[in-house]
């Protein structure tokens, strides 16, 4: 039997007189590769910062390997286990991209690791380099390692925030839209990198407007509506969804199907500098 490693049970979120998110459940199961899609303001951003700690829901719970994360504040819930990138990442612009990596090591920090400079810490700082650099080049940064993080393009920044993620040692690691403003040709090396962490045990969870890239990455997608969850199918499954449909075209039918069948095309073929 699969056992989950989140659970959302019952999440409700209003900013004002605006319900933003209305009894959203579903559980996440240790290996899955999951897909979170919705037109814009269907409450996918609010979702993520509230299972990751940044904003408290008004109702409901998140449970990561059964322990309820829901009051914890964020860096707590990276010392349980779940790491989560942003859709537009800034770098400092005195820091290189190594430098910024070896930064996100939550083992590192700390009073004693400032003050402290025993063979101990030493040895944790090497430690600390080695997986960076084993992590910068999995995600194809080797070359621009000893740059400032804040002069490589869109697309590596969201490289390096992945690194980032990755250097706290997640067993889930959730993902804002990281193929948006990315070249094809380097949504690809995201794709494959992304299987080989699954590979390793990573469960991943993946905020996505790219329906191909859903595809390609993902084995099962959730997509919300006006703060509820409409389906939870296979990626293939999409664009066949009359709920799925009429969420993003607002239309029915097979001229609706045919249509998002088309934007999913497009997608795949938009190059944004």
Partial sequence: MTQAILEVNNLARSFGAFQVLQDVQFQVDKGDIVGLLGPNGSGKSTLLNIISGFIAPDRGTVLLDGKCISSMPTFRIVKEGLARTFQLPVMPQKMSVLEVAMAADTSMHGVMSTLVRGASIRKAERDTRERAMHLLDELLLTRVSHLPASAISGGQKKLLGIVCALMARPRLLMLDEPTAGVHPNLRQDIVRALHRLNEQGMTLVIVEHDMH?????????????????????????????????????GTGGASASANANANANANAETVTP
Wanted: hydrophobic share 40%; glycine share 2%.
């Fill in 213 to 249: 890239f859903i595809r390609e990455a993902c084995n099962r997608c959730i997509v919300l509506d006006q703060g509820h969850i409409v389906a939870s199918c296979k990626p293939l499954e999409l664009t066949s969804n009359e709920r799925v449909v009429q969420a993003y075209l």
